[in-house]
């Protein structure tokens, strides 16, 4: 989980072992959250996401 001022918008990198087949943002309240902007780097192996926060919380599941 998240958390952050209302609609700034949050990038973040992840470093992850593969490149995730789905991501899946959603609110404190279950609803889709829909990326500003992803991308994956097969030399660095991250993963950039960048969304609209929430104080409330945002949610990310990463599925392989």
Known sequence: DLHSSLHDALPICILLPRAPLKIVV???NGASVQPLGQSWDE???TYYLS???????IHVKLNW
């Open 26 to 28: 959603t609110d404190a």
């Open 51 to 57: 969304f609209d926060n929430s104080p409330n919380g």
């Open 43 to 45: 030399r660095s192996h």
